[in-house]
């Protein structure tokens, strides 16, 4: 009896995963523990490997393909073995799946993963997209094949063509009259460009050619290519869905306040000497812990009716890596002291640049903290990442000219800037809440007795 | 003081067209020249050389006419009777130059023109050249176009004598040597060997770099090395340099890797340097690169917006008709015509024996980018034409990029090889398909149709060449 392949569920809100690629194909021979599939959810990439030996006898769901998490994508048994005819149900409800270890699929490591933008990054609740590519249009061409066949000879899309065939279909007489009123017979084009354009399936009719009289040569065909649309990964896409989405429906607000961070700055390095590598993103990590809890309403979601109040503050903090940006989550980051906060944090760090973060350690933030203080900036302002109620965009600190005690003085300087929803934070909260910030982060004496 | 819209300093091939493209706009143009017109090319170079391998050519198919049933006996080569002829030659393109000139009204001055201020020269007139300056005419201009060109290098190491020549002082000999050796297996040194060694000169052709002809592909130096060593009989020694030369009356010695080398002549033809000594450029405001060039943009504009640098003196391709072609761009852009960039693709003509051209991408240079290319070969000794003429060596290539099928490279070795380069400049040019090339009717017999049997061979659909055995 071969056995059944399931999509594991990678990620406690994941509900579907696409296979970005088989690593077997069909009549291979699969041994315990050898790779099957790569997929690609909202979070990240990661190989699956197999807990059955055999032979891979069928894959039901192809490279590219999205199915809900725990549905059968291919069966493992004996050559010659049948193949039971309907596959298990697809879809079980995710209260009741079983946890990833309980299946018969494993997912063993992740890549680096682009998990979000600059500020907002990924997490929490699924959102449904789209599982058609926004490039392909779904609606179906009616033409006939000779009007077809003269577009591809002409190297044209026929998309924009009127028909006048039954049904509005496009024939070939209206292709002829579409090229004519484009001017397409004046068109010039080398031989080698208009091979490649008909291989890349450009649209000649939208290339501007850059030759002797306009005429098409290979170096404009090189810069057409360069510029075709390109698929964004899936992960890409939910990434600007959720951006869109948080941007457009959340009223942001954002204030700013300039931090003197000369004294911290001082005591980290007195710290480093003593062997204590604490870094500006710790202090601002138990800055900001300490500060939710005396706003809760900053740690909080809103569904524009009601208001939670989150009673544990999940700190998420955004990484930059190579590949993009990455935001694991310090779970319970109001109970950690700031050694067990910098570890915490550390560690996460580590298993983010090596692309080693589970998808659950990347969800379930209550508050984001971005930090570009190493990329050089002056200020900037974060998108909120959806489910929470701001995030905080810390820049860089520079040595700055200030006013102290009526004199100009050289000080450290750094701009925090909350964004915050106005559905639940007013102006006056977010005003406290930062200055709040600063005022932790200024009193040294507060961190000589924290560390 | 006059003044010109242009003044064009140096009247090669680059320099004279130039200023008869500025006369055609309707500019003002004078043109400043210290020696003859038609500059190296006209007068010691292309033009010259191509005069004495004429005569060489027809001395060695006279020799090899027996096998076509043409027999003649006691043919013997004069040399002197060569050299009238090429001075005929040359002679009459001269002056061809000066008509040409004086129909289009470009004002032509004798003499060393000397930069005094970046719109402003100084023409100094002498009788010869080693007088002091007799007069000198100030002229005035909006633009000037630079074409003064290069010159030979001589490496200081080599001793001063008669008996060490480069390429010019070669072209004015008044016999042949009986032997000669050849430093330098550039075109130049192989051209002069060819040349001299089919005149019965015993040659002997010395090249630092690992091989002769080098900007050629492996496999059509090959081909030329074959008939240079085995038909012309001349030694090709490389990878070594030529040392402890030393020039006395009796004649030149020199060894190579520890052997001992003695010959009549010594040629040179190691490279060639720009020519820039005389013009004060930096009274202009330029200033030349550390090689000596003056440094241009892709429309031959230098430093200064109004002075333009044209051919071997601006550090590009150092070839006569790329000089011509950029002469034009410039003399256009000069007269406020919107400018075209320089042309990029430049074939390259060797008249050794056998002939070779090439144009375009090597096969090593694809190597070098990495680039996936396709390359279609034809061997003139499965034409028809070629066989019926007797002239069965050497073959041409096609390289076409592996995924387009654009044509991007053609090599031709073998008779009328210089001829050949055309047509596929041409078409790589207009960026043909090796396909479309394949498809073009080409006349049946003729020494053209071999591009054609390339291009199928190139997609291994040849008619005239068995199907290559599949490993």
């Not at chain 2, 049933?69 to 002197?80: E, H, L, Q, R, Y």
């Not at chain 2, 007139?125 to 005035?140: A, L, M, V, W, Y």
């Not at chain 2, 019926?388 to 044509?407: C, M, N, T, Y």
Request: charged share 20%; proline share 5%; with cysteine.
């Amino acid at each position: 009896m071969p056995s059944p392949i399931a999509m594991p569920k990678p990620g406690q809100f994941t509900e579907e995963c696409t296979i970005v690629k088989w690593l077997k194909k069909e009549g291979d021979a699969v041994a315990k523990g050898d790779i099957l599939f790569e997929i690609e959810t909202d979070k990240a990439n990661m190989e699956v490997e197999s807990f059955f030996e055999g032979t891979l006898l069928k894959i039901l769901t192809p490279e590219g393909g999205t199915v809900p998490v725990q549905a059968v994508v291919a069966w493992v048994g004996q050559p010659g073995e049948a193949i039971p005819a309907t596959p298990p149900a697809a879809t079980p409800k995710p209260a009741a799946a079983p946890a990833v270890s309980g299946q018969k699929t494993e997912v063993r490591s992740q890549k680096p993963a682009v998990s979000a933008s600059q500020a907002a990054p990924v997490s929490a609740p699924v959102l449904q997209h789209s599982s058609t590519p926004a490039l392909q249009s779904s609606r179906r061409l009616r033409i006939s094949p000779r009007a077809k066949a003269l577009a591809e000879r002409s190297v044209i899309n026929p998309a924009p063509i009127r028909g006048t065939g039954p049904g509005g279909r496009i024939v070939e007489k209206d292709v002829l009259a579409y090229l004519e009123s484009k001017g397409y017979a004046q068109l010039k084009i080398t031989p080698t460009a208009k091979e490649m354009a008909a291989a890349e399936k450009l649209d000649l009719l939208t290339i501007r050619g850059t030759g002797e009289a306009g005429k098409i040569t290979v170096d404009d065909i090189k810069r057409a290519v360069a510029e075709k649309p390109k698929a964004m990964s899936k992960m890409r896409q939910v990434i600007a869905q959720r951006l869109t989405q948080s941007f457009s429906s959340t009223p942001h607000f954002f204030v700013t306040v300039s931090v003197d961070m000369t004294d911290l700055v001082a005591y980290r390095a007195t710290l480093k000497a003593k062997n204590l590598p604490y870094s500006v993103t710790d202090f601002i990590a138990m800055a900001v812990t300490l500060c939710l809890k005396e706003f809760p309403a900053v740690n909080s979601s809103t569904d524009g009716k009601s208001i939670w109040w989150h009673s544990k503050v999940n700190l998420g903090l955004a990484v930059s890596l190579e590949s993009g940006l990455v935001v694991p989550v310090v779970r319970d980051a109001d109970d950690l002291t700031l050694q067990e906060l910098h570890d915490t944090s550390a560690a996460l760090f580590e298993k983010a640049r090596n692309g080693k973060l589970l998808p659950d350690e990347m969800s379930g933030s209550t508050f984001t903290i971005s930090n570009m203080g190493m990329l050089n900036v002056e200020n900037f302002t974060a998108i909120i990442n959806p489910g929470e109620a701001a995030i905080l965009a810390v820049s860089s600190t520079t040595k700055q000219a200030v006013v102290k005690n009526d004199q100009i003085v050289v000080r450290q300087m750094m701009k925090i800037t909350l964004s915050s929803d106005h559905q639940v934070i007013d102006g006056a909260l977010a005003a406290q809440f930062v200055n709040a910030l600063k005022a932790k982060l200024e009193d040294v004496t507060l961190w000589k007795k924290l560390v | 003081m006059e003044n010109f819209d242009v003044v064009v300093i140096g009247a090669g091939p680059g320099g004279y067209p130039a200023a008869i493209r500025a006369a055609q706009l309707g500019a003002k143009v004078a043109l400043v020249e210290r020696e003859n017109l038609g500059g190296t090319c006209l007068n010691v170079g292309c033009i010259p050389t191509k005069a004495l391998i004429a005569c060489a050519d027809a001395f060695a198919h006279l020799r090899d006419a027996a096998k076509l049933g043409v027999k003649a006996t006691n043919i013997s080569a004069d040399f002197g009777a060569m050299m009238a002829h090429k001075q005929g030659v040359v002679t009459q393109l001269r002056k061809g130059v000066g008509a040409l000139l004086a129909g289009n009204g470009v004002k032509v001055f004798q003499g060393q023109a000397a930069f005094e201020a970046h719109d402003q020269i100084v023409i100094e007139h002498r009788t010869s050249n080693t007088e002091q300056p007799t007069s000198n005419t100030r002229i005035k201009a909006g633009k000037f176009i630079i074409a003064t060109g290069s010159t030979s290098v001589m490496p200081g190491f080599l001793p001063k004598h008669a008996r060490v020549v480069e390429s010019r002082s070669f072209l004015d000999l008044q016999q042949l040597p009986a032997s000669m050796i050849v430093m330098g297996g550039g075109y130049i040194g192989c051209e002069l060997a060819c040349l001299a060694a089919a005149l019965g000169v015993k040659v002997t052709v010395v090249e630092l770099l690992e091989d002769v002809l080098m900007l050629l592909d492996n496999d059509v130096r090959r081909e030329v090395k074959k008939h240079m060593e085995q038909k012309l009989g001349m030694r090709i020694l490389t990878g070594k340099p030529l040392e402890n030369i030393s020039a006395e009356a009796g004649g030149i010695s020199a060894e190579v890797g520890g052997e001992k080398l003695s010959a009549e002549l010594l040629l040179v033809a190691v490279g060639r340097k720009p020519v820039t000594d005389g013009l004060e450029l930096e009274r202009a405001g330029l200033k030349t690169n550390e090689r000596g060039f003056i440094p241009v943009d892709e429309f031959n504009r230098t430093a200064v917006a109004s002075i333009y640098a044209i051919g071997d003196v601006n550090g590009g391709m150092q070839l006569a008709h790329a000089a011509t072609s950029q002469a034009m761009i410039a003399a256009e852009s000069a007269c406020g015509k919107k400018p075209h960039k320089n042309e990029t693709l430049i074939p390259g003509v060797i008249f050794t024996m056998p002939e070779v051209a090439i144009v375009g991408l090597t096969e090593a240079d694809a190597k070098k980018q990495g680039r996936a290319i396709k390359t279609g070969r034809f061997p003139f000794a499965a034409l028809g034409r070629a066989l019926a003429a007797g002239l069965p060596e050497g073959f041409v290539k096609l390289i076409a990029d592996a995924g387009s099928d654009q044509l991007l490279g053609a090599q031709a070795v073998g008779a009328h090889a210089t001829d050949l380069i055309a047509p596929a400049t041409l078409a790589i040019r207009a960026e043909l398909t090796a396909a479309e090339l394949g498809r073009t009717v080409h006349a049946h017999p003729t020494f053209g149709e071999i591009w054609m049997e390339a291009a199928h061979a190139l997609h291994g659909e040849c008619i005239h060449a068995a199907p290559r055995k599949k490993a």
